[in-house]
């Protein structure tokens, strides 16, 4: 064990008045919660990859919206003119 799971150890063993199985049992279930507790966190390349990815799109969607919008002012241009 590590020096950090001694000082546990000892404490469930004292406070909680378990035996040296449940208290090591005790201890392990506590550092394999907190192994989990980090799995699912964001990483910094993470969340910068889907910012980029993220503005990627919204500057196709807003050149599609300018392409539709032009067209359609083209469009309503040349109509006012035919007529």
């Given at each position: 064990?590590?020096?950090?799971?001694?000082?546990?150890?000892?404490?469930?063993?004292?406070?909680?008045?378990?035996?040296?199985?449940?208290?090591?049992?005790?201890?392990?279930?506590?550092?394999?919660?907190?192994?989990?507790?980090?799995?699912?966190?964001a990483t910094k390349e993470f969340v910068?990859?889907?910012?980029?990815?993220?503005?990627?799109d919204i500057l196709k969607w807003i050149?599609?919206?300018?392409?539709?919008?032009?067209?359609?002012?083209?469009?309503?241009?040349?109509?006012?003119?035919?007529?």
């Amino acid at each position: 064990m590590e020096p950090l799971n001694f000082k546990l150890y000892d404490l469930a063993r004292a406070k909680l008045n378990l035996n040296d199985t449940d208290a090591m049992e005790f201890v392990s279930s506590i550092h394999e919660l907190q192994d989990h507790r980090f799995e699912n966190l964001a990483t910094k390349e993470f969340v910068s990859k889907e910012l980029s990815e993220t503005k990627f799109d919204i500057l196709k969607w807003i050149f599609l919206f300018w392409v539709g919008q032009m067209s359609i002012t083209l469009g309503i241009v040349l109509l006012l003119i035919k007529k």
